[in-house]
């Protein structure tokens, strides 16, 4: 069929946004045939001349357009339906719980959210769902994990097993050992990439650190630091008060 037979309501593959169309309106002006035909892959009417048309049957899509015009379809349902994305891009098949929590936790507009299970019921699992479906979405990219002293090491090793997201553990002594070089060395500039070698949290977009109490023992009695209570009353402060993190 060529172009200048189409008729309306006929489809047809669009030459240039490479897809296919369907005839709304035709009209004659100055002896040229103008069409204005519908893009459902955009959802736009358009003109186009009958240059701009072909049949069909010219449209021979290669094996890698096809998959990537369904992985896209497919992500953009799941996207429309709310579907949630870290329980199927992960190692772990999570419980019902854990599917709740992380539904409630991803349907809030400003994500702060408390996880109080018992021991046992997987709540790093939970925190591992909410951070992936978080990357997913684009929503995060640096992430700052404090846990106790002796969880550390599972939670690095949790996140790269079920997850796929790798956490560089960093511990009071590496601070302690780049502070002691940075202070001995002669003094330059420390701006722009300077800075960012000098910090280990810069160097860094996923980092796990221990709570280490003898960190905030050692500023108790120095002269202008911390009271015995600001510690207790600050980290409470924390807690309690509803304002965004900034790491």
């Not at 897809?19 to 186009?48: G, H, M, Y």
């Not at 001995?184 to 160097?203: K, Q």
Request: charged fraction near 25%.
């Amino acid at each position: 069929m060529m172009s200048e037979a189409f008729k309306v309501g006929d489809w047809c593959r669009h030459t240039r946004h490479t897809t296919p169309c369907r005839i709304i309106d035709r009209q004659s002006i100055w002896n040229e045939t103008v069409f204005r035909v519908w893009l459902p892959t955009k959802d736009a009417v358009i003109r186009a001349r009958a240059s701009d048309l072909a049949p069909l049957a010219s449209l021979a899509p290669t094996e890698n357009e096809i998959l990537h015009t369904a992985a896209a379809a497919k992500l953009k349902d799941a996207l429309e339906d709310n579907l949630l994305l870290a329980p199927i891009q992960s190692s772990v098949v999570p419980l019902p719980h854990q599917l709740h929590a992380l539904n409630k936790a991803m349907s809030a507009e400003r994500i702060r959210y408390l996880l109080a299970d018992e021991v046992g019921l997987g709540k790093t699992i939970e925190a591992g769902l909410i951070l992936r479906e978080l990357k997913l979405r684009g929503m995060v990219r640096r992430v700052l994990v404090v846990a106790p002293k002796s969880l550390v090491r599972q939670w690095q090793a949790e996140m790269r097993l079920h997850f796929g997201e790798s956490f560089r553990l960093i511990e009071p002594a590496e601070l302690a050992a780049l502070r002691s070089f940075v202070s001995s060395a002669v003094p330059g500039d420390r701006s722009g990439a300077g800075e960012r070698d000098d910090n280990l949290w810069l160097m860094h977009d996923q980092v796990i650190c221990s709570i280490d109490l003898g960190l905030v023992r050692s500023k108790v009695g120095e002269a202008g630091a911390w009271s015995g209570w600001q510690p207790t009353t600050g980290s409470a402060s924390r807690t309690w008060s509803p304002h965004p993190g900034t790491w």
